[in-house]
């Protein structure tokens, strides 16, 4: 017979089943599959729990504060309660739970799954600092919508791996209640006026004021309107006296929430939802399962509920003009107002339902307690001479993925022959011989072992590995290189989703990780107008094509596109020299120069060109002059930009974005390539032009035991001196 298992929630507090985050938790909690059972554990006491039922055991745990003496000693008691109660998994569903599990989790040995429900408006720097190290202790995080999983990602510095999406969900019986037949006479409002609603807790960050300035102009064609505030909260001074106000005076309503709010939503004409920041709100799932029409803002979740212009209408949060354009379009054709709100039910039953909420949870809590199946068996080989490397040179390369160019033993064989060192490969193969994987570092004179070059630009590090081999070649490369005596492992730069942070999250080694830089990128895979359209307001669209069109428009200027080995040799000597001058000019230095880099970037250019993979982009004026020079290298569908030189003192106006913009059009999207990596460098101009970002950690590994944690202490202290002294200067929440 199957074992039940033991689901442990844990949340701040419990207020009553109809607040958003709650009324998920309950609705989870009286439809668990078969097979789960259910406790609930609140820090909190409230009103409501001591007074109703719950479908669960539950018991108020309260915490002593953060740092307080006893704060550890009651922890430690608490695990040893998960332990004893048998349970076999911990879910947190709020801010400080989600925080308090992990850690709860780790001393009990019970894997523990956060929540994130919102886009952190209530992270502090302190708090996302907590939350950054103790997600590394996380089984999953999983995120109501994929807008809070980017941010969680992105700010929070989780795994991508780590995060799973799963959408709100209502039972849809629950929509089929009738409306509040009395309600628009007891506010006063006819059967014909319009009357136009807000369903969200009265805060600030909700922006109803909004919604007020827009029914003022909504009135002056519509003077019967009405507006419906529904909440749990009053509203504050301010929005109280504008609700007053001879424009608005008796068109306002308050209505405060004690239950269902579905009854009230089918007496509505309209919803809005004027948030500045959100999940995945229930709000809008509940007008949508009422087949309401819903005007909401263009934030967080909003858009993967409301399909603009089918199953609703979107605009920018503040707009408070393009709010009353819309709420005035949906009044003069109340057709198409039907429409979207029938549209709105279809898409609420097509993919917001409770069953399928829950079945997705369950199969998040599965997939956690699902038996880690055994890796392959590797033996790991360390390869630090020439005849060695020849020997793996063919097969590395079968190794090498669209985002591994910094990887390949051309990067790598340059960087040697330039700056000296000594190969460190760590080679994994499986019991038939074949190659897994490799972890390519060097050891430089100094003693330090590292990527080749992670110092002079190399972006994307990781393992190579065979696809479903990255975790096993990870933990045996990491555990060879400290078992040769390596004092630790430097390892920078390495991608976001790696799988070397993936595996150090297990434990097994002491290490740190600090966010290192952003790598923006342009992603354009359908051609270059079509992203110039999507990523350029009409006015920058304009300045760059008239650019274009007074470059093209001189006699003799052009772009050259240099591929074979001479010409980019001699492309980057140049563009060397115009970047060196550019930065003297600034009266500033630059790393990019000196002998041994002219030197590398000439040998790397040498084994590039004859696989053409190397480009040099020359903008020339009239009587051949060059203006600009960009440097960058071809591998897996991407353009990877590495260095640029650009003089501004020439005839031709902005000669780098000419440059770029002609780069993008004719010599990556217009000769088939997907993608212009930026690589390292957070520069304002990239991100006018980048669709995206990718980020980079700083992993510093250490050996087992108490000398590779005392250096982890060490290095975290540090970090706090840092921290606490950039805050003391003003920086905001850690990058």
């Given at each position: 017979?199957?074992?039940v298992?033991h ?5 701040d507090?419990?207020?009553?089943p ?5 009324g ?5 909690v009286e ?12 820090l909190n006491?409230?009103?409501y729990?001591p ?13 002593p504060?953060?740092g307080?003496?006893?704060f550890?000693?009651?922890l430690l008691?608490l695990?040893?309660d ?5 349970v ?5 569903f709020?801010a ?7 850690l709860l989790?780790?001393?009990?040995g019970?894997?523990?799954?956060t929540s ?12 996302l600092a907590s939350?950054?190290r103790v997600n590394r202790?996380?089984a999953?995080?999983?995120?109501n919508?994929?807008a809070v ?9 989780a795994?991508?791996?780590q995060?799973?999406v799963?959408?709100n ?7 089929d209640a009738?409306?509040d037949?009395g309600?628009?006479?007891?506010l ?7 009357l ?15 919604l007020?300035?827009?029914l003022?102009r909504?009135?002056?064609r ?8 529904i909440?749990?909260e ?6 109280r006296?504008r609700?007053?106000?001879p424009d608005l005076?008796?068109h306002?309503h308050?209505?405060?929430v004690?239950g269902?709010v579905?009854p ?5 004409d309209?919803a809005v939802?004027?948030s ?10 509940e007008?949508?399962g ?7 803002t263009?934030?967080g979740g909003?858009?993967?509920?409301v399909e603009?212009g089918?199953?609703?209408?979107l ?6 003009r ?5 709420l005035?379009a949906?009044?003069a ?12 039910r ?6 917001f339902?409770?069953?399928r909420m829950v079945?997705?949870t369950?199969?998040?809590w599965?997939?956690?307690l699902?038996p880690?199946p055994?890796?392959p068996r ?9 005849a ?18 910094f990887l390949?033993?051309?990067w ?6 330039a ?7 760590l080679?994994?193969r499986?019991?038939d ?7 390519p570092l060097v050891?430089?004179p100094?003693?330090?072992?590292h ?8 972006d994307?590090l ?9 975790g096993?070649?990870a933990?045996?490369a990491i555990?060879a290189?400290l ?13 976001e989703?790696?799988?070397?942070r993936?595996v150090?999250?297990?434990g097994?080694?002491?290490y740190?990780?600090?966010a ?5 990128y342009?992603a354009?895979?359908?051609g270059?107008?079509a992203?110039?359209?999507r990523q350029?307001d009409r006015?920058r669209?304009?300045e ?8 093209e ?5 052009r ?7 001479e010409g980019c040799r ?6 060397l ?5 550019r ?11 000196g ?5 590398f970037?000439?040998?790397l250019?040498?084994?590039l060109?004859p696989r053409?993979?190397v480009r040099v ?5 009239a ?8 440097y960058g ?9 590495f ?21 993008l ?6 000769a088939?390539?997907?993608e212009?990596?930026?690589?390292d ?6 991100f006018?032009w980048?669709t995206?970002?990718?980020?980079l ?8 035991g108490l000398?590779?944690?005392t ?7 540090r ?6 002294v950039r ?9």
């Amino acid at each position: 017979m199957t074992r039940v298992r033991h689901v442990l929630f844990l949340t701040d507090i419990f207020g009553g089943p109809h607040g958003g985050t709650e009324g998920q938790l309950t609705a989870l909690v009286e439809n668990l599959p078969p097979g789960w059972r259910a406790s609930l554990w609140v820090l909190n006491s409230s009103i409501y729990l001591p007074q109703n039922p719950f479908p669960c055991p539950v018991r108020v745990v309260g915490l002593p504060r953060w740092g307080a003496p006893t704060f550890a000693p009651r922890l430690l008691a608490l695990a040893g309660d998960v332990r004893r109660r048998g349970v076999d998994l911990i879910h947190a569903f709020h801010a400080d739970t989600c925080t308090l599990a992990p850690l709860l989790g780790r001393l009990a040995g019970v894997p523990a799954i956060t929540s994130r429900r919102d886009l952190g408006y209530w992270q502090r720097p302190r708090t996302l600092a907590s939350l950054r190290r103790v997600n590394r202790l996380a089984a999953r995080i999983v995120a109501n919508c994929h807008a809070v999983a980017a941010r969680t990602v992105a700010v929070e510095h989780a795994l991508p791996g780590q995060v799973r999406v799963v959408w709100n969900g209502h039972a849809p019986a629950r929509f089929d209640a009738p409306a509040d037949a009395g309600l628009r006479a007891r506010l006063g409002v006819g059967p014909g006026d319009p009357l136009i609603g807000l369903l969200a807790n009265l805060r600030p960050l909700k922006r109803p004021q909004d919604l007020l300035a827009a029914l003022a102009r909504v009135r002056e064609r519509h003077p019967d309107a009405h507006a419906l505030l529904i909440s749990t909260e009053p509203p504050w001074p301010a929005l109280r006296r504008r609700m007053e106000k001879p424009d608005l005076a008796g068109h306002v309503h308050v209505l405060p929430v004690h239950g269902d709010v579905v009854p009230v939503l089918k007496a509505l004409d309209l919803a809005v939802l004027c948030s500045e920041s959100e999940g995945l709100s229930n709000a809008i799932l509940e007008c949508m399962g009422c087949a309401l029409p819903v005007v909401a803002t263009r934030v967080g979740g909003n858009p993967e509920l409301v399909e603009d212009g089918r199953t609703g209408l979107l605009y920018p949060a503040g707009d408070v003009r393009a709010l009353g354009d819309h709420l005035l379009a949906l009044l003069a054709r109340p057709a198409q107002a039907r429409a979207l709100g029938a549209a709105a039910r279809r898409a609420f039953d097509e993919r917001f339902s409770l069953a399928r909420m829950v079945r997705e949870t369950a199969a998040v809590w599965a997939e956690v307690l699902a038996p880690t199946p055994p890796g392959p068996r590797l033996t790991v080989a360390r390869v630090d001479d020439a005849a060695g490397w020849a020997a793996l040179e063919e097969a590395w390369r079968g190794l090498l993925g669209p985002k591994h160019f910094f990887l390949g033993p051309d990067w790598v064989g340059a960087w040697l022959e330039a700056f000296g060192g000594t190969p460190f490969l760590l080679s994994a193969r499986g019991p038939d011989g074949a190659l897994r994987g490799l972890l390519p570092l060097v050891r430089s004179p100094d003693g330090r072992v590292h990527f080749a070059g992670d110092r002079e630009g190399a972006d994307h590090l990781d393992v190579l590995a065979a696809p479903g081999c990255e975790g096993p070649v990870a933990r045996a490369a990491i555990q060879a290189a400290l078992a040769a005596g390596v004092r630790w492992l430097d390892l920078r730069h390495v991608q976001e989703g790696s799988a070397l942070r993936a595996v150090l999250r297990e434990g097994a080694w002491p290490y740190t990780e600090r966010a290192a830089t952003v790598c923006p990128y342009i992603a354009a895979p359908d051609g270059y107008e079509a992203w110039l359209g999507r990523q350029m307001d009409r006015k920058r669209r304009h300045e760059i094509r008239r650019l274009l069109r007074r470059f093209e428009e001189r006699p003799g200027a052009r772009m050259r596109l240099l591929r074979d080995a001479e010409g980019c040799r001699a492309g980057v000597a140049r563009l060397l020299t115009l970047h060196a001058r550019r930065f003297a000019g600034l009266g500033r230095a630059t790393t990019f120069a000196g002998a041994r880099l002219e030197a590398f970037h000439a040998g790397l250019v040498r084994r590039l060109a004859p696989r053409d993979q190397v480009r040099v982009a020359v903008l020339e004026e009239a009587a051949g002059r060059e203006v600009a020079l960009f440097y960058g290298f071809v591998h897996g569908g991407a353009f990877h930009h590495f260095q640029s030189g650009v003089d501004e003192g020439g005839e031709v106006q902005s000669p780098g974005t000419v440059l770029r913009a002609l780069l993008l059009r004719d010599g990556v999207f217009g000769a088939g390539l997907t993608e212009f990596d930026f690589l390292d460098g957070d520069e304002a101009y990239k991100f006018q032009w980048a669709t995206d970002v990718r980020r980079l950690f700083d992993l510093t590994v250490h050996a087992p035991g108490l000398l590779g944690r005392t250096r982890v202490l060490r290095a975290g202290a540090r970090g706090l001196v840092r921290e606490a002294v950039r805050r003391c200067r003003g920086g905001g929440a850690p990058g």
